[in-house]
């Protein structure tokens, strides 16, 4: 169900920016790169994109917490501790500038000459091998990376354990993690499909800001983030959910929904 519906949804989103608004600005984006040239053109696209994808979506989605809203809270006993937010913050940022300045260098260096040419938008039927491929990989990665930082109790106590001091966790901490967490379990799992396939920038670039809001809106506590509670559940208990969209787990047997989730889900059958 999940994944269905986030290989539709994010086609559907990739299409009409494809179609309607990368015709219009594809001019502008060339006179651009002959102006400041490519490096400084991808970096500025994909710093603006991050910013809106990270800081726009996580901080409306950090809202209902900081507003102490109840309706839709997956844990309701926990409240968020302001001052822990705001202790975490300067790691958030550092990830954030660090994760910034590895996908500029990753889509510079690894994807081909045609993916930045912007007047040739890529069809419906490239946009949808991309799109499932970028999920199914990014599941695959993110779900055997992250499964061997609990496993690994050296790389959980070194590494992964700062990012689980976040039990109940906001949408703002989802990149509140060891540098080298946010490098092999964050961006690397997001960048692996678009390199792999040698997407069009444009498109990438769509991908990361829907993919830096949908791990925001997984981290947000609340019945909104689009995956039942799965990855609060993980913070939780530690001992499931370690993928994207279920399957990988539904595979390995640690797939587990919050009990609020499945009570909602029973109701809905009667």
């Known amino acids: 169900g999940h ?22 600005w594809a001019p502008a984006l060339e006179a651009l790169e002959a102006t400041v040239g490519r490096a400084r053109l991808v970096a500025s696209i994909a710093m603006l994109f991050s910013v809106v994808g990270f800081w726009g979506v996580g901080t409306l989605f950090a809202l209902p917490a900081l507003l ?32 910034t300045a590895t996908l500029i260098v990753a889509l510079l260096t690894s994807l081909p000459e045609q993916a930045f040419e912007w007047r040739a938008q890529p069809g419906t039927g490239r946009l949808a091998r991309d799109v499932v491929v970028w999920i199914l990989v990014a599941d695959v ?52 499909g678009p390199l792999l396939c040698g997407s069009h920038v444009a498109a990438v670039a769509v991908y990361i800001l829907l993919g830096l809001g949908q791990g925001a809106a997984a981290h947000s506590g609340y019945s909104f983030s689009g995956d039942d509670g799965a990855h609060d559940e993980h913070h939780a208990r530690l001992t499931v959910n370690f993928g994207i969209t279920g399957v990988m ?22």
């Open 249 to 270: 787990d539904a595979l390995h047997g640690t797939f587990r929904l919050p009990t609020s989730a499945v009570a909602i889900a029973a109701s809905k059958q009667l």
């Open 141 to 192: 990665v993110f779900f055997y990376v992250h499964h061997w930082l609990h496993r690994n109790k050296t790389m959980y106590a070194m590494v992964h354990k700062l990012h689980h001091s976040w039990s109940a966790p906001v949408s703002l901490v989802a990149i509140y993690c060891h540098p080298l967490e946010h490098v092999l379990a964050n961006l690397a799992p997001m960048v692996a």
């Open 3 to 24: 994944l269905a519906a986030s290989v539709m949804g994010l086609l559907l989103v990739e299409k009409l920016c494809m179609e309607l608004l990368l015709p219009t």
């Open 68 to 99: 102490r809203v109840e309706r839709g809270k997956i844990q309701i006993n926990h409240s968020l501790n302001i001052g822990a937010l705001l202790r975490a913050m300067p790691l958030v940022v550092v990830n954030f500038l660090l994760g």
